[in-house]
């Protein structure tokens, strides 16, 4: 099946420090990613949508000039968390809808975030 | 209401049992359903997918859809330890797509 790859798998920063979480469809082309975020025990929590060629769309009460995305490839999408604070500190899954006739949406590893 | 309803579980079955989630949904408006499964701090790994009423197997793991009633079920037969996580439907419609909010399974050696 389709492969999505998300690096890294676990972070640990400083506060005040950015992070960068990559995106990748592997082996189909990706128009429209997601990310999502995740607290222990619960589901999945959509953040936003990230489109190819244009700026992603911001679940209500997701900061988009806190998690910056940038999705500058049918490949690769970006989720970046500036000036990351304790209360950041999540799991973050991006996925991607592989288009077409029975599309279907895959998921990557996830990443930890740990802010101290 | 949620336009999609998951009983959060937790589903405690002991091995070999057949196991049965569900979803209700409320919007005629969906086509695709799916069902994935998530182990803890892993992303979510699909199973099953369809997109019409009816059953449709793929191993131990059987999907049902029911439209008429706007009903989703997961059959897992011969369950295994190894089965035990979170169980999540998603159902989409358009560009619209919109997850349960998961069960837990436990299979018990």
């Known amino acids: 099946g389709a492969v999505v790859s998300q690096h890294p798998s676990r972070v640990i920063c400083k506060s005040g420090t950015s992070v960068k979480i990559e995106c990748r469809s592997l082996d189909f082309q990706a128009t429209t990613m997601f990310w999502y975020r995740q607290f222990p025990k619960q589901s999945l929590m959509l953040m936003a949508t990230?489109?190819?060629?244009?700026?992603?769309?911001?679940e209500q009460g997701v900061e988009k000039d806190k998690f910056l995305i940038n999705h500058a490839s049918l490949t690769l999408s970006t989720l970046t968390v500036t000036s990351a604070h304790p209360e950041d500190s999540s799991f973050y899954i991006c996925?991607?809808?592989?288009?077409?006739?029975?599309?279907?949406?895959?998921f990557g590893s996830g990443t930890q975030l740990s802010v101290l | 209401q949620k336009e999609v309803e998951q009983d959060p579980g937790p589903l405690s079955v002991p091995e070999g049992a057949i196991v049965s989630l569900n979803c209700t949904y409320s919007?005629?408006?969906?086509?695709?359903f799916m069902w994935y499964r998530q182990y803890s701090r892993k992303g979510p790994e699909l199973l099953m997918y369809t997109y019409s009423s009816g059953n449709k197997e793929d191993g131990r793991f059987t999907a049902q859809v029911d439209k008429s009633s706007k009903y989703i079920s997961l059959f897992i037969r011969d369950s295994q330890p190894s089965d035990s996580a979170t169980y999540l439907c998603?159902?989409?419609?358009?560009?619209?797509?919109?997850f349960g909010g998961g069960t837990r399974l436990m299979v018990k050696p």
């Open positions: 998603a159902i989409k419609a358009g560009n619209m797509l919109t």
């Open positions: 996925s991607a809808i592989t288009g077409g006739v029975g599309e279907k949406l895959f």
């Open positions: 919007n005629s408006a969906f086509q695709y």
């Open positions: 990230s489109n190819e060629g244009s700026k992603a769309t911001y």
